[in-house]
């Protein structure tokens, strides 16, 4: 039997018994199109810690940081961002609204688990776009206990899932509605 058809077999049956990550899993074996880089929790880390490192730098001498190489976009719906976003990210419709003014610099994606991150990058790419796809998404970074912040930048431990089968670590709480 035909390797695409197996692997298309195994991911649908996956899908229906409802395993949560088996969209966003099996989704990036039969997607079409670009190829995404995967970006990992450790060197998404990095980069936001580069990059707050500059701003610091600048800040303390009194000149304009650099803008960074990347940007950061929580592609999740309105209802999802206005719970938490990863500390330095803006909204997909913040990065459409301003797409210009991020010309040039890679956009890194997430979501949830990495479904919608990784249509939102491929969509992209195929716009000419550098991206690469947080597949941890959000729940990958709680999951590392790092921190998440309202879209005003204020700290908080709520993480909105959008459905309870997903599990969130101790010390946050989840939100579904």
């Excluded at 692997?7 to 899908?15: E, R």
């Excluded at 929790?41 to 009194?62: V, Y």
């Excluded at 790092?146 to 309870?164: C, I, W």
Aim: contains cysteine; positive net charge.
């Amino acid at each position: 039997m035909n390797r695409y058809l197996w692997i298309g077999l195994i991911s649908v049956t996956a899908m229906n018994d409802g395993a949560p990550n088996a969209k966003a899993q099996f989704g990036n074996l039969l997607r079409r199109g670009p190829k995404i880089e995967i970006i990992t929790t450790t060197e998404l880390t990095s980069l936001l810690d580069q990059q707050r490192q500059i701003e610091k730098t600048a800040s303390e001498t009194g000149q304009q940081p650099k803008p960074a190489k990347f940007v950061l976009v929580d592609v999740r719906g309105d209802a999802e961002t206005e719970v938490s976003i990863i500390p330095g990210a803006i909204t997909k419709s913040q990065y459409e609204k301003h797409r210009s003014k991020y010309q040039g610099r890679t956009v890194i994606a997430y979501c949830t688990f990495g479904g919608r991150s990784g249509k939102y990058a491929t969509q992209l790419a195929k716009a000419g776009v550098q991206v690469k796809n947080y597949e941890a998404s959000i729940l990958g970074w709680v999951k590392n206990d790092l921190p998440v912040v309202t879209p005003q930048g204020k700290p908080t431990n709520r993480v909105h899932t959008y459905s309870d089968q997903y599990d969130v670590p101790s010390g946050y709480q989840q939100v579904t509605d």
